[in-house]
């Protein structure tokens, strides 16, 4: 079993930047072959990629959205990955979620077998 815990969320204002963390660990288990992704979902909406990265090698993947905005990274050596948020928009009030798969980064929600409980990012104006 994999476990991932989100932290970092809060509240901020539009044009602010935050860092949300994914701390994943699992009994006997390595990630060199897993990749890590973060969604997002916001009220009455339904659940969007946001990045993505394989543990080994650190090939990321972004949505169009975010691009240039968001940066991904991960901590091996602690199997720990970041989402870096900059110029944080209203409208990406929601509560984020990382997930991981087996193989290469993929922007598709149900490739990814395990899910964190999420945590809450509220822009305000």
């Known amino acids: 079993q994999v476990q991932l815990v989100e932290s970092g969320g809060g509240l901020v204002q539009a044009g602010d930047s935050l860092r949300l963390s994914c701390a994943a660990s699992?009994?006997?288990?390595?990630?060199?072959?897993?990749?890590i992704g973060w969604f997002r979902q916001a009220p009455g909406k339904g659940r969007e990629f946001v990045a993505a990265i394989t543990w080994c090698g650190g090939l990321t993947d972004y949505a169009d959205s975010v691009k240039g905005r968001v940066h991904i990274s991960k901590y091996n050596a602690k199997n720990v990955a970041y989402l870096q948020m900059n110029s944080l928009e209203l409208e990406e009030t929601a509560f984020y979620y990382c997930?991981?798969?087996?193989?290469?980064?993929?922007?598709?929600?149900?490739?990814?077998?395990?899910w964190g409980q999420g945590t809450q990012v509220t822009v305000a104006s």
């Open positions: 699992g009994t006997g288990r390595t990630f060199s072959s897993y990749a």
């Open positions: 997930a991981t798969r087996r193989g290469v980064v993929s922007r598709v929600r149900d490739g990814y077998q395990y």
